[in-house]
Nanobody, 114 residues
């Protein structure tokens, strides 16, 4: 059974950095993982992903500022967020694709404000 636990997030001033973690168990080998975010009243949007070959992909809104990476020894995928802007404030979710199923993390809030 796949289990996904997120950590990280919080409050940061504009221009600051945060790192989100998506720790998983019950997965086999490299899995596709996506980071999504959701602004109040809107749907979740995919902003970064890492595929089975560790190739990253980014939405234009975060390209050049966010970095997705994987640590296989910890079964964890990270989202390093740099040069944060107020519009990055949102709830962030990771989604793990394994064995034909999709598993969401519990979500974590990021607030960027001065």
């Amino acid at each position: 059974q796949v289990h996904v636990v997120q950590s990280g997030g919080g409050f940061v001033q504009p221009g600051g950095s945060l790192r989100l973690s998506c720790a998983m168990s019950g997965t086999t080998g490299n899995v596709y993982v996506g980071w999504h975010r959701q602004h109040p009243g809107t749907r979740r949007v995919l902003i970064a992903s890492i595929n089975y070959n560790d190739n990253p992909a980014y939405d234009d809104s975060v390209k050049g500022r966010f970095i997705i990476s994987r640590d296989n020894s910890k079964n964890t995928v990270y989202l390093e967020m740099n040069n944060l802007k107020p519009e990055d404030s949102a709830d962030y979710y990771c989604r793990v694709h394994e064995g034909g199923g999709q598993y969401w993390g519990q979500g974590t809030q990021v607030t960027v404000s001065s």
